[in-house]
């Protein structure tokens, strides 16, 4: 069980440009969640996914998309990279039960620099 | 809104000594979970334990343990016999009933002096 996984570990990205972070998770859940943490901050949800299919905004959403295809891969796109989008992103994924109220799980992070 | 605070950005103690880390939330619902999640140097996030907000029992797992009171909005972390391995930032966060996601408090910086 490989829990949550995030793909790239670390990127550098110029000004303008576009990437999509990975998430994958194994253990079946449906609830999946993207976070960004900034330095000496909290992290601050992005947008999440309740299911297949089926996704919505949070705190954070502008400048970025997702998309659910699948119940194991919750990818996060960003597009036009800005300045401001440097950051650590976290993926993180809960079981159906209680949903958000359920324990998250989080992967490892990708550190994204936007120079 | 919901709304977490950890007042305390640094500590550092001594091995061996005792530690409270203090979280404050703020949440208009009757139903909420509070969480404690360790960020060590490596940068992952570890899970440390989920309480809801019906349960104010005191929790201790070895060498944790976790205040939980209703009265004042808090939800405070004590570590005994703290450990270098036990430096790290530690998060605390919220979830309402309604909401989609977790608030997190800004951490608190422990730094454990061997």
């Known amino acids: 069980n490989a829990g949550v996984t995030q793909t790239p570990k670390f990127r550098i990205l110029k000004i303008g440009q576009s990437m999509t972070l990975q998430c994958t998770q194994d253990?079946?859940?449906?609830?999946m969640y993207w976070y960004r943490q900034d330095p000496g901050m909290g992290l601050k949800l992005i947008y999440y996914?309740?299911?297949?299919?089926?996704?919505d905004k949070g705190e954070v959403p502008n400048g970025y998309n997702v998309s659910r295809s699948t119940t194991e891969d919750f990818p996060l796109r960003l597009e036009l990279a800005a300045p401001s989008q440097t950051s650590v992103y976290f993926c993180?994924?809960?079981?159906?039960?209680?949903?958000?109220?359920?324990?998250?799980?989080f992967g490892p992070g990708t550190r994204l620099l936007v120079l | 809104a919901q709304k977490v605070t950890q007042a305390q950005t640094e500590i550092s103690v001594v091995e061996k000594e005792d530690v409270t880390l203090d979280c404050v939330y703020e949440t208009r619902d009757t139903t909420y979970y509070l969480f404690w999640y360790k960020q060590p140097p490596s940068g992952e996030l570890v899970f440390l334990i989920r309480r809801n907000s019906f349960d104010e029992q005191n929790e201790i797992s070895g060498r944790y343990s976790w205040n939980f009171q209703k009265s004042t909005s808090s939800f405070n972390f004590t570590i005994t016999a703290s450990q270098v391995v036990d430096s790290a930032v530690y998060f605390c966060a919220l979830v309402e009933g309604g909401a989609d996601g977790l608030t997190f408090g800004k951490g608190t910086h422990l730094i454990i002096q061997p």
């Open positions: 996914s309740v299911g297949a299919g089926i996704t």
């Open positions: 253990m079946n859940h449906n609830y």
């Open positions: 993180a994924s809960s079981p159906i039960a209680g949903g958000p109220l359920e324990t998250q799980y």
